[in-house]
């Protein structure tokens, strides 16, 4: 079973930045394509950057040109920059496995874009 905990959300104004972190309690993300999930409430959990094995990464059109996923396989963890904040990004976001995710899921760290 792997262990995903996500930090470093936080309040930050229209246009500010913020940065995620996931850090897994083994090593995957050297054999997994790993991703950033968001989910607000009542809706489906939609993924929004992915990073693969290789280190090539792919951004859903919604926060392409803002945010920059990266990793650090040496510290288990995944990062994600997040640039230009609007408020239509306030929600959870999440870690996990880009396919198969793993179970269960991390508590997600919350991102509100508010002035």
């Known amino acids: 079973q792997v262990q995903l905990v996500e930090s470093g959300g936080g309040l930050v104004q229209p246009g500010g930045s913020l940065r995620l972190s996931c850090a897994a309690s083994?090593?995957?993300?050297?054999?997994?394509?790993m991703g950033w999930y968001r989910q607000a409430p009542g809706k489906q959990r939609d993924l929004v950057a992915t990073i693969s094995i290789f280190g090539s990464t792919v951004y859903a059109d919604s926060v392409k040109g803002r945010f920059t996923i990266s990793r650090d396989s040496a510290k288990n963890t995944v990062y994600l920059q997040m640039n230009s904040l609007k408020p239509e990004d306030t929600t959870i976001y999440y870690c996990?496995?880009?396919?198969?995710?793993?179970?269960?899921w991390g508590q997600g760290t919350q991102v509100t874009v508010s002035s």
């Open positions: 996990n496995r880009a396919t198969a995710p793993f179970s269960p």
């Open positions: 083994r090593r995957i993300f050297s054999v997994n394509t």
